[in-house]
């Protein structure tokens, strides 16, 4: 007798126009609506940015631009040592097109779009790098110059005996191989819906995939306990593949909005806004070296790892880079394994080693 499996109860809401996404709701009376001024460079000084003009525009409740943020907020935390500190708009810099610059909150879209047209940005250009082996270069343009260098992070992990497997090899089999950047395209953008109360709290409506483990961070950044932030999720969010995870930083910069503006406000992204500057996974170079004996069995692997996070070490970065090291042997039963992350050149990397580099991007955000 077959297994009876319950009916699918999601579709029929859906296939209806009955489904619940954010853009559905309107929980808060006298809500505003923001737009988001954004670089159209991929790495650039900033200046100055002219906010008087968005400022005077008729429905116009409030522009926030870098010193609003400098001003208000904190980095996100980082949970390493990396002098990359990361704020949900450019401050000193931008470092990648589509980087948030300022936000306009008006009365509607329409007219939030049209002062958004009326913020003026002062670039002073600077060479930009993409690629990992590039931004690895010891002359590579510096995207925080505090940092020294364009590695965020680089660590090494060491199980079983790898040298002397190695040692022992009939065989050592070297392979080097790149993976690309890669992205998702939900139906449904990001969208936040925020809301500054005295006290301080903050009340949120977001689209968010996986939001527990964000909530400390965006508590950080807004210097409240995460008791004072109240995040809800709808019951639809229009598919996410993990690049919903980073909608966070709009959530805080929609917070400060709604701080200088009085009033809630709403921020829906459209599709060239997602295109350009949402999430992304890293592209990788991989470099990988395997001991075999006569007979085919791998004792050993190493394995270098170098990963273009992009702009900014992003929470929960580092975190998402270790995760293929649960995998890394796959199916098979291999004893000594080393990986590291970071190369010690962009051309000759150390057997054994994986790497995070952070790499402005003409093109996207790379928010993974």
């Known amino acids: 007798m077959a297994e009876w499996i319950p009916a699918r109860t999601e579709d029929a809401p859906l296939v209806t126009g009955q489904g619940r996404f954010l853009d559905d709701l309107d929980p808060l009376p006298g809500t505003l609506v923001g737009a988001v001024v954004r670089s159209t460079q991929p790495h650039a000084r900033l200046r100055a940015v002219d906010l008087s003009r968005a400022r005077a525009h008729p429905g116009v409740a409030a522009v926030i631009g870098p010193d609003e943020v400098l001003a208000a907020l904190r980095p ?39 002062a958004a047209e009326l913020v003026t940005v002062d670039y002073e250009p600077l060479p930009a790098v993409v690629a990992p082996r590039a931004a690895l270069d010891p002359a590579a343009p510096l995207l925080h110059d505090d940092a020294g260098s364009n590695v965020a992070t680089d660590r090494t992990f060491s199980f079983g005996p790898v040298d002397a497997e190695f040692a022992n090899a009939a065989h050592v089999v070297e392979g080097e191989y790149d993976f690309p950047r890669y992205s998702s395209v939900p139906m449904e953008c990001y969208s936040v819906i925020a809301d500054w109360r005295d006290g301080p709290s903050v009340e949120a409506w977001a689209n968010f995939h996986g939001p527990f483990t964000m909530v400390p961070v965006m508590a950080g950044a807004l210097g409240l306990p995460p008791s004072a932030i109240r995040l809800h999720v709808p019951a639809d969010i229009g598919g996410s593949f993990g690049i919903k995870a980073g909608i966070y930083p709009y959530v805080v910069l929609m917070a400060l909005a709604s701080k200088h503006s009085g009033t809630p406000v709403r921020w829906s992204e459209d599709r060239i806004e997602h295109l350009l500057a949402s999430s992304a996974g890293a592209d990788r170079v991989m470099r990988f070296a395997a001991a075999v004996t006569a007979d085919g069995t791998v004792t050993a692997l190493k394995a270098d790892l170098v990963d273009n996070v992009g702009a900014y070490l992003r929470p929960p970065e580092p975190s998402t880079l270790y995760r293929c090291f649960g995998n890394i042997t796959g199916p098979y039963r291999i004893g000594a394994v080393e990986i590291r992350r970071a190369p ?3 051309t000759r990397c150390r057997w054994g080693s994986t790497a995070a580099s952070a790499a402005s991007s003409s093109t996207s955000a790379s928010n993974a």
């Not at 948030?100 to 007219?111: F, G, K, L, Q, S």
Request: hydrophobic share 35%; no cysteine.
């Open 344 to 346: 010690s050149s962009p």
């Open 76 to 114: 996100f935390p980082l949970s390493t040592g990396a002098a990359m500190p990361y704020y949900p708009t450019g401050t000193d810099k931008v470092r990648f097109v589509g980087e948030p610059i300022a936000v306009v909150v008006a009365t509607d879209r329409y007219t939030a779009e049209d």
